[in-house]
């Protein structure tokens, strides 16, 4: 079993930044890879960024790739995601998971997920 909580949500303007986290207990959180997926009303979830097990690698939607960085501190059994310039669209439901790729098949255990509001 994972136990994954996360917080950093909340109301930004467009152009404004973010940091999400994500604190993991349950297992030894150094052996294995963590992604972070959202959802906005009306849409399916996606995917948004994944890192691997040592954080030597990650890897991005389209939508954000140069906006947004995945890491993870695996001394504090934590992954991370800093939002730099938001916009209206990035709009979500932000969940953490654990396990591999760029699907939510992928993925086996999820946060509750955060909300992210960027008004324009």
């Known amino acids: 079993q994972v136990q994954l909580v996360e917080s950093g949500g909340g109301l930004v303007q467009a152009g404004g930044s973010l940091r999400l986290s994500c604190a993991a207990s349950g297992r030894t959180f150094s052996s294995y890879g963590m992604g972070w997926f959202r959802q906005a009303p009306g849409k399916e979830r996606e995917f948004v960024a994944v890192?691997?097990?040592?954080?030597?690698?990650?890897a991005y939607a389209d939508s954000v790739k140069g906006r947004f960085t995945i890491s993870r501190d695996n001394a504090k059994n934590t992954v991370y995601l800093q939002m730099n310039s938001l916009k209206p669209e990035d709009t979500a439901v932000y969940y953490c998971?654990?396990?591999?790729?760029?699907?939510?098949?992928?993925?086996?255990?999820w946060g509750q997920g955060t909300q992210v509001t960027v008004s324009s």
């Open positions: 998971a654990h396990g591999v790729g760029n699907t939510a098949t992928g993925y086996d255990y």
């Open positions: 890192i691997s097990r040592s954080g030597g690698t990650s």
